[in-house]
């Protein structure tokens, strides 16, 4: 066989799909073997979207996701993906090709050592140097991937070497259970809860990555035990839940904080230190217990006193199981803590002022969605809104990055959400200026016939900086630009262009949209003037007066 049918065999070997991408000219045997192949090509306008399509597609479903670009500037393009499925451990596969490794006329023309490049941002990064090596290369790969801490993976296919024969042959797929945390680490764990007085639930990214919720929620209903999460750990426990706290958008300061100050253990599901740090650990402080699929790595501001180290469903059942409660705990601090957090968090619901404040829009966006569809969002000042204001019903359903935290990715990543969910509705938020940096992919997502809403907030402005800029008290200088016309360029990619300019059109704009089908783009001016008075000067006046 042809090493590069070898190669799509062995992909299909591992369940692949799709593989999104961008061929070159040195990938033409393999985009050969992939006609008649079960797998689906879906071509991008940039490689970076393709790797954070990929990269969603394996934070969605467990499984890698793949993408394909061509050796030098289409592996190039990868990085900045690459380096957000390894820090947000998202199972990910990159294939590209290379040039001819044996014998090649064209010098070093387009040649990069992109295996060398990759490593330092993936799990693993080789070439393929013989056609025979494929099929333990390829599952080497995709178990690498999926082993937690899950991340990306890069495999090379040269030109010269996907052209070999080959008589090499498949392995099959043999899955393997996660290890479970032992006894004695188990005992310690449920003593030193049931030592706490002020225990807390923290809820993670790991948390996140299994189906860990129906374990958590009953740990909750049967300790009584209050919970807070992260940004990457919302919705593992639906958000309405009466011991629900809020979420740690912020490390510090933040009306939540109040709580995890008075806790003298937090227990750790699913947090590692990739994620902004939910809160600061210091030393001779309180106590954390990390529960984890891997043990704890130390930083200045997170060195847990006890790793419970395995699944993390089944520790926190053991746990559970185990914890002898002493009704007398007194936990209405905490009660006290959620009501003043909650009408905070909620105090600008109903603003109707317009530009529109970011309160506002989660408001209207949590309003009109269902417990299981999907908000999107790219990098930039409104994901600390939507982190701290939108609640989350279900796992995975504000996809956001608080890893790499790089712009780019909010359409890539609907656009591959609303691949896997059709039935489910899909809205990317986006700024102006993250929008941008992957625009050209409206063409993407109107080719493959996707129903999407994708919001555009405009401030006309780099806003997230213009609001450090203004909290760390220096002039307001050098984040302004123009912006096209939105609803002109939406437009002309064949999408339906929105401009609201009132609260109550947006919200008449946005239930049609979500009931219509295309790509649906909405310029919204957003009004970001309360950022700086609430976010960074209110509640570090207010906070922690309770
Ligand atoms: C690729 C990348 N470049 C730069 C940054 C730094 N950065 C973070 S947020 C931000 C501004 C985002 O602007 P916009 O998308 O318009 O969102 P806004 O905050 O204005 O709503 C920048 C430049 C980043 N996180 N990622
Ligand atoms: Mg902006």
């Known amino acids: 066989m042809k090493a590069s049918d070898l190669m799509v065999k062995a992909l299909e070997n591992e369940g692949v799909e799709y593989i999104f991408g961008i061929p070159g000219e040195e990938n033409l045997d393999f985009l050969n073997s992939l006609i008649g192949s079960s797998i689906r090509l879906v071509l991008t306008r940039h490689e970076q979207a393709a790797g954070f399509m990929a990269a969603t597609y394996g934070r969605l479903t467990g499984k890698p996701g793949v993408c394909l670009s061509t050796l030098g500037p289409g592996a190039t393009n990868f990085v900045t993906a690459a380096a957000y499925a390894q820090l947000g451990a998202m199972p990910m596969v990159m294939l590209t090709g290379q040039k001819p490794i044996k014998k090649s006329k064209q010098g070093r023309f387009q040649i990069v050592d992109v295996v060398d490049l990759m490593r330092p941002i993936t799990k693993y990064s080789a070439q393929v140097v013989d056609g025979g090596n494929i099929p333990s290369m390829v599952r080497d790969a995709f178990r690498i991937a999926i082993e937690e801490r899950p991340g990306a993976v890069y495999i ?133 217990i990390h529960v984890n699929f891997f043990a704890a790595h130390l930083d200045d ?33 905490f009660a006290r803590v959620k009501r003043e957090v909650e009408s905070h968090l909620t105090k600008y619901f109903e603003d109707d002022r317009f530009p529109l404040l970011p309160q506002r829009l989660v408001s209207i966006l949590r309003e009109q969605l269902a417990p299981e569809d999907i908000v999107t969002l790219d990098n930039g000042v409104y994901k600390i809104w939507f982190a701290r204001n939108y609640k989350c019903y279900q796992p995975n359903t ?24 059709p039935d489910r509705k899909v809205v990317s938020v986006s700024g102006d200026g993250g929008f941008m940096m992957n625009s050209q992919e409206l063409e ?75 790509v649906h783009v909405i310029d919204l001016p957003v009004d970001y003037s309360l950022n700086h008075s609430i976010l960074n000067v209110l509640i570090k006046e207010s906070a922690c007066v309770l």
């Open 156 to 288: 090379e296919l040269p030109e010269d070497i996907a052209d070999e024969e080959t008589d090499a042959s498949l392995f099959d797929v043999v899955g393997c259970r996660r290890p479970h945390a032992d006894r004695v680490v188990i005992d310690q764990a449920v003593a030193m809860i049931e030592a706490a007085k002020m225990p807390l639930l923290l809820i993670g990214a790991g948390a996140n990555r299994k189906a860990t919720g129906k374990a958590l929620e009953e740990f909750v209903d049967r300790t009584g035990i209050y919970f807070f999460d992260t940004q990457l750990g919302k919705g593992v426990i639906d958000e309405r839940h009466e011991k629900f706290l809020g979420t740690a958008a912020l490390s510090d300061n933040d009306f939540l904080h109040c709580a995890i100050k008075r806790a003298d253990l937090i227990i750790n599901v699913g947090h590692d230190v990739i994620e902004k740090p939910p809160f600061f650990m210091e030393k001779g402080g309180k106590e954390v």
């Open 444 to 518: 993407t997502a109107v080719r493959l016939k996707l129903d999407l809403v994708v919001i555009i907030l405009n401030d006309g402005a780099y806003g997230m900086i213009k609001w450090k800029q203004e909290g760390m008290g220096f002039e307001n200088f050098g984040l302004d630009y123009n912006n096209p016309d939105f609803v002109k360029y939406a437009e002309s990619f064949g999408a339906i262009g929105h401009r609201p300019d009132s609260v109550a059109e947006f919200h008449t704009i946005l239930s049609k949209s979500l009931q219509t089908s295309g």
């Open 398 to 421: 504000l996809l956001l990055d608080n890893a790499l935290a790089t712009m780019g990715a909010g359409l890539p990543s609907a656009m591959a959400a609303k691949m896997l969910y």
């Open 301 to 333: 501001v997170y060195f847990p006193q006890l790793n419970v180290v395995g699944d993390i469903s089944s520790s926190v059942q053991h746990m559970a199981g185990q914890l002898n409660i002493k009704p007398d705990r007194d936990f209405s601090y």
